[in-house]
């Protein structure tokens, strides 16, 4: 694992020591261009501390490589073009940052749904139950027979159920299709058919005489 010096002059991406007598050696992976005095000068740090070190590389054209304890390593499964040879440290930072991006697109989903219920709250709010029940009532006229003559509700691009069909016409629907209608009695005219299952309709209960649109 990731093992930083003391006095922090150097850090070793993994450290790796010996179970008989305790000597440590660093790998160090090293994908950032760096000249040969520098990689010489990072050595002598490893090695004023006692410490072997042994610099690893993906490509094997570097200068430094045989000035320097290295060797130059080539992944089992070639990266596309896409990906990067990258240390522990490094993939648990890009990972971090994939992280905090979803983290980020899911917060900004959410708020984007909250606006949008807001928004569609408001609009629906414009209409007295006058406007809304003549707006259902052109509707009604204008309903395709694939829907029994009733009105399709639709979640998202699912259909979710049809508003008060047509008991002569339940055959045109799914038997998993949910059903709404006004009261009792149109419930039970819907599942006399014997096409509906029953627990499948729901109703409101106003009386036969009641006009009135539930929102």
């Not at 007598?21 to 000249?35: D, K, M, N, V, Y």
């Not at 570097?62 to 993939?91: E, F, H, K, S, Y």
């Not at 998202?156 to 009695?185: E, K, M, Q, W």
Request: hydrophobic letters at 40%.
């Amino acid at each position: 694992m990731e093992l930083p010096a003391p006095d922090g002059s150097w850090r070793a991406d993994v450290m790796a020591t010996s179970t008989t007598h305790g000597r440590q050696t660093a790998w160090e992976a090293q994908l950032s261009p760096i000249t040969g005095a520098d990689i010489q000068m990072r050595t002598d740090r490893y090695a004023d501390d006692g410490i072997d070190v042994c610099w690893v590389s993906s490509r094997d054209r570097v200068l430094w490589l045989c000035a320097v304890p290295a060797i130059a390593v080539t992944p089992a499964n070639p990266p596309t073009a896409g990906d990067r040879w990258m240390v522990p440290a490094q993939r648990r930072e890009q990972e971090r940052q994939q992280q905090e991006q979803t983290r980020q697109e899911e917060a900004a989903r959410r708020e984007r749904d909250r606006r949008e219920q807001a928004a569609a709250q408001q609009w629906w709010d414009e209409l007295s139950t006058t406007q809304l029940t003549e707006l259902l009532a052109r509707i009604a006229v204008l309903c395709m027979s694939e829907h029994a003559y009733g009105i399709a509700l639709y979640a998202g691009h699912r259909l979710y159920g049809v508003a008060r069909p047509c008991p002569y016409s339940l055959g045109r629907l799914s038997d998993s299709t949910r059903i709404f209608v006004r009261n009792a009695r149109e419930k039970a005219l819907v599942t006399a058919t014997g096409l509906i299952n029953a627990d499948l309709v729901t109703h409101f209960d106003p009386p036969d005489y009641e006009q009135t649109v539930l929102l």
